[in-house]
């Protein structure tokens, strides 16, 4: 086939999902399933390649990762640590809120995955602030943002970090260390906190959301119920999908965007979407682990019971965890222990399986605790980023970005593909961002002659930095709903935060990873 004809298909391709997942038509891994299947039906890719990205690393770490995140949650050591942070005195502000809370959850997200961190501190932020007579609403966004700070730590505090990881592997290049990317990530996890403690305030709505849960609400066993992407009538109207009959509650209302939907003949169901339902004690205990639903909250703590013993053996495997992933990549490690890669994958593999040994998650139902979704989202995304290299969609977009700095800088470059990214990630998946403008940055490094690795740290923290709208990251999208914020909410208080990631990112990249020449 001729290859401007293949660049036509993968930019059409493009173009067609990413429309698909903004109008949010099909769940993201469908969507981009759907792409890799048109790209292997029209030459672009063989099916080799379109199934090289379900044996990634990167990707299987991922899901590994999702399972310890569930044996810390269940072990219930973050519930005992928020209760310790937040006592509830005379004079509590919402900045000595901040103060108290904000560290630690970018702490916490820099080793766990963010949404069970979010699910877990979302009730337990909720009460504290009722009782200390705080509104609710001044920190469900701060929340989320701190778990996505946090995230950009550390190599395993995000799944975008190791989906570029995984690329880089594949390519040939050497991987990120557990803390590399925590030189620029810090750094702006330290300054994003700080705006968020002094202007946060400010800048969020006060009040608590309609419907919010209290002592009234309590007693009419009000429930809000997060719907995820597994809920069986996603995209159905509620005439079609009968609510009460699969779950034997009643839907009083749904939250969506800021705006609460009464008249429920004619909704449809989103995945995002908070219900507020009029249910007894037992709706949490039977459904309060289905993946069905997000997160479930009536205003009170639900908190899974486990021996003492388990909390100090799923922590101490996160540090043996994090130790182990941190010095098993070094050169002396390698002396010790020759003939063994003892690298993240090795000890994610490892402790996964001592937490299913140990009953720290139920071993029998892991399946459950996976976001198959985001999996088949990442190996989709990573063939179709082959697609944009072996049809040459990369390299013509690459001449484009070098094109546009006139002198062949590569600041220009590196902001424009920061920038664009950010963009992307705002609106889709930020893995599907990181895979999309991974083959654009390593054709514009090789057109400038330049080590990629500057532009590869670029993507990971443009992909993360989903600030300014409740769409690119599924802890935006769980506190919108929770917190009845409004999309200019977001945009808001986000925006600000975005231009402080950009301008630090641009600063610190080159310094850390100076843009180098590499050798013809």
Same mark, same amino acid.
């Given at each position: ?68 995140s ?12 928020v209760k ?9 502000t919402?900045r ?7 560290p630690?959850i !970018? ?24 009782r ?5 609403? %001044? ?7 701190? !778990?996505?700070l ?9 799944s975008?970090? #190791? ?6 592997l ?37 009040? /608590? ?20 992407p597994?809920?069986p ?10 609510? %009460? ?21 004619t909704?449809?169901?989103? !995945?995002?979407?908070t ?10 205990e ?19 019971e486990?021996?003492?013993w388990? %909390? ?10 994090i130790?182990g992933?941190?010095?098993?990549s ?9 003939? #063994? ?23 029998? %139902? ?41 002198? /062949? ?6 902001a ?6 950010? #963009? ?9 961002? !990181?895979?999309?403008?991974?083959p ?13 690795r500057?532009?590869?740290v ?55 990873w ?5 050798p013809?």
């Amino acid at each position: 086939m001729d290859a401007n004809i293949e660049i036509w298909i993968v930019f059409a391709g493009l173009c067609l999902m990413m429309g698909a997942l903004i109008a949010d038509w099909l769940r993201p891994g469908f969507v981009l399933f759907s792409g890799v299947v048109l790209f292997m039906c029209t030459g672009v890719l063989s099916p080799r390649e379109a199934l090289a990205g379900f044996a990634n690393e990167g990707m299987i770490t991922v899901g590994l990762l999702f399972l310890i995140s569930e044996g810390v949650r269940r072990s219930d050591a973050l519930g005992h640590l928020v209760k310790w942070l937040l006592p509830v005195r005379r004079g509590m502000t919402v900045r000595k809120g901040y103060l108290r809370i904000l560290p630690t959850i !970018a702490s916490v997200s820099a080793f766990l995955n963010n949404t069970p961190v979010v699910v877990v501190f979302i009730p337990i932020i909720k009460q504290w602030a009722q009782r200390a007579g705080l509104a609710v609403r %001044k920190f469900l966004i701060p929340l989320s943002y701190a !778990a996505i700070l946090g995230g950009m730590c550390t190599l395993i505090g995000t799944s975008t970090n #190791l989906v570029v990881h995984g690329m880089m592997l594949d390519e040939g290049f050497r991987g990120f260390s557990m803390f590399e990317l925590g030189k620029v990530g810090g750094c702006i996890a330290v300054v994003g906190l700080l705006y968020l403690i002094f202007f946060g305030d400010k800048r969020l709505p006060g009040g /608590a959301p309609e419907e919010d849960s209290s002592e009234e609400e309590a007693a009419r066993h009000v429930v809000e119920a997060v719907l995820g992407p597994r809920f069986p009538g996603i995209n159905r109207s509620f005439g079609e999908f009968d609510f %009460k009959s699969h779950y034997g509650v009643d839907v009083c209302a749904i939250r969506r965007n800021g705006k609460e939907i009464k008249e429920l003949r004619t909704a449809v169901f989103r !995945a995002g979407d908070t219900l507020v339902l009029d249910a007894d004690g037992s709706f949490i205990e039977t459904w309060g682990e289905s993946r069905v639903f997000l997160m479930l909250s009536n205003g009170s703590e639900h908190r899974p019971e486990s021996p003492r013993w388990k %909390k100090w053996l799923a922590l101490g495997l996160l540090v043996v965890m994090i130790g182990g992933a941190t010095f098993g990549s070094m050169p002396f490690m390698a002396r010790l222990i020759p003939g #063994l890669e003892l690298d993240m994958f090795f000890w994610v593999c490892i402790v996964a399986v001592l937490m299913a040994c140990f009953g720290i998650f139920p071993a029998k %139902k892991y399946t459950k605790f996976i976001s198959w979704d985001i999996l088949i989202t990442i190996a989709s995304a990573l063939a179709i980023s082959r697609a944009m290299v072996n049809s040459g969609l990369a390299d013509w977009i690459a001449a484009g970005l070098t094109g546009l700095s006139g002198v /062949a800088s590569p600041w220009i470059v590196l902001a424009v593909l920061y920038i664009t990214t950010n #963009l992307i990630t705002e609106f889709i998946t930020n893995n599907a961002a !990181a895979a999309f403008a991974f083959p654009v940055a390593l054709s514009a490094a090789a057109q400038l002659g330049m080590d990629p690795r500057p532009f590869f740290v670029a993507i990971c923290i443009a992909a993360s930095c989903s600030f300014s709208s409740p769409i690119g990251y599924q802890t935006n999208m769980i506190v919108q709903g929770i917190g009845n914020y409004r999309f200019r909410d977001f945009v808001r208080i986000g925006l600000p935060l975005n231009i402080i990631a950009f301008v630090v990112s641009m600063v610190l990249i080159p310094l850390f990873w100076p843009f180098e020449a590499v050798p013809v």
